[in-house]
Nanobody, 126 residues
Framework: QVQLVESGGGLVQPGGSLTLSCAVPQSIFSRHAPMAWYRQGPGKEREFVATFTSGGSRTYADAVKGRFTISRDTTTNTVYLLMNNLTPEDTAVYYC?????????WGKGTKVNVSWGQGTQVTVSS
């Protein structure tokens, strides 16, 4: 069974950066195979983020344009998503997909949480 494997998700503060990776089986990795990242935020439908088209050009959703960059390494069969200047609205499970011939393959996703965190209380007393 063909399986894509995403990694690189985690907790990051607003304004921070993360790079997601997607390991693609060699059997379906092709320069001409459209490769894309999608995401699904809490309570939202899955939405398009970025893609390499079959012609090799890159397209981005308006919400991430100028902040995210999709790239790929043909020597390691890996697709990347570099995410800069993250905001809480980028919190989602990110999925990698590859269209090869007549099939579309998906990974199980990697979770990205953009948050300041719960913080920690500091008490100063004399």
């Amino acid at each position: 069974q063909v399986q894509l494997v995403e990694s690189g998700g985690g907790l990051v503060q607003p304004g921070g950066s993360l790079t997601l990776s997607c390991a693609v089986p060699q059997s379906i990795f092709s320069r001409h195979a459209p490769m894309a990242w999608y995401r699904q935020g809490p309570g939202k439908e899955r939405e398009f983020v970025a893609t390499f088209t079959s012609g090799g050009s890159r397209t981005y959703a308006d919400a991430v344009k100028g902040r995210f960059t999709i790239s790929r390494d043909t020597t390691t069969n890996t697709v990347y998503l570099l995410m800069n200047n993250l905001t809480p609205e980028d919190t989602a499970v990110y999925y990698c997909s590859v269209q090869y011939r007549e099939s579309v393959y998906w990974g199980k996703g990697t979770k990205v949480n953009v948050s300041w965190g719960q913080g920690t209380q500091v008490t100063v007393s004399s």
